[in-house]
């Protein structure tokens, strides 16, 4: 069987220690798949999760960790006409980046745009993705929304900060931890219009002046139980909130429905791993058409940047993770394949 280098956890899950790169048995792509010969790959909060052992790939999907890349189409399966071999392209999987290949179904890559670096293209896929399906299709934003974004120096968070301008909110608060970060999402061409210490600052409080008591109608969480009372004072009539995550805890104690009833409030979980491969074509195509063309590297002019804190060789996969874990990245963790 011919075999790759890819990162594996020692024990099938543990503490970053245990990851490592060894040989493992190179897959072989099935109809409607396309092999992708690795270039780059991004973390996300998922690979923790999963490393840790609370986070298991949907069914079917590899074990290893990763779920976006870049890189170049070795391989067609059967069935698949729109792609080439050489064709350099970005993706999403269910798992299976942080190695030297991965099997991807054909609808689920997209062309690597010339002027963006691989480093850039595998910065794209999962944030992007997930930032366009909670602003866009789960929050349904509409002009002149006002918008709150939690985790705002996050990857999904930059994401959505710009996809919040992109179409034509009014105010775009974020919440971080450091004067630092804020100072950064306040810099960025179309970063928040205000930011939030959440450590230091009632972000409820912050959020009612800004909007003259109006309050959000778009909100987007990672936090969960921590924030859960300050968001729903934060949200204005007819105020959607979509909840990404839940880093602080997933139980709610007293909870009053009230607020949300007389506000008219929609509450919404989303994820993008587990849904079915028909949504995220569906989603991927409805991406491109209205959103790829118009991202640029974060030296480029355009009106949505891709921003990346720091590109790690593979071989410092377990710094590029304490990275991470340290929540000290403004902007994409990026690995290269090397």
Not at 174 to 189: G, I, M, Q, Y
Not at 203 to 217: L, P, R
């Amino acid at each position: 069987m011919t075999s790759m280098r890819a990162v594996l956890i020692k024990d099938g899950k543990g503490p970053i220690e245990n990851l490592h790169i060894a040989e493992t048995a190179k897959p072989v792509p099935k109809d409607g798949e396309v092999l992708v010969k690795i270039k780059a790959f991004g973390l996300n909060r998922m690979d923790i999760s999963q490393r840790l052992g609370h986070y298991p790939p949907p069914a079917g999907a590899s074990d290893i960790l990763g779920v976006e890349f870049s890189g170049t189409i070795v391989e067609l399966g059967n069935g698949v006409e729109q792609w080439q071999v050489g064709d350099e392209v970005m993706g999403l999987v269910g798992g299976g980046a942080y190695a030297e290949y991965v099997n991807v179904p054909a609808t689920h890559i997209m062309a690597k745009p010339k002027h963006l670096s691989w480093a850039e293209a595998a910065s794209i896929p999962e944030n992007w993705f997930t930032a366009f399906q909670a602003v866009v299709l789960v929050s349904e934003i509409i002009p002149g929304d006002n918008v709150l974004v939690h985790a705002g120096a996050s990857g999904v968070g930059i994401a959505a900060i710009q996809l919040a301008h992109f179409y034509k909110a009014n105010d775009v608060i974020a919440t971080a931890s450091t004067k630092e970060k804020l100072d950064w999402l306040l810099s960025l061409p179309s970063g928040a219009t205000h930011a939030v210490n959440y450590k230091t600052q009632d972000f409820a409080e912050e959020v009612k002046k800004i909007t003259n008591g109006k309050g959000v109608g778009v909100l987007v969480d990672f936090v969960g139980q921590s924030h859960w009372h300050k968001n729903i004072q934060s949200l204005g009539l007819d105020g959607r909130m979509t909840l990404l995550a839940a880093l602080s805890g997933a139980e709610v104690p007293t909870v009053n429905l009230g607020p949300i009833l007389f506000k008219r409030l929609r509450i919404q979980g989303s994820t993008l791993r587990s849904r079915s491969a028909d949504y995220q074509s569906k989603l991927i195509k409805q991406f491109q058409q209205e959103v790829l063309q118009n991202i640029t590297g974060s030296d480029g002019n355009g009106e949505l940047r891709v921003y990346i804190h720091k590109v790690y060789p593979w071989t410092e996969i377990q710094e590029a993770h304490r990275e991470m874990e340290a929540n000290n990245n403004s902007g994409k963790i990026i690995v290269e394949v090397v």
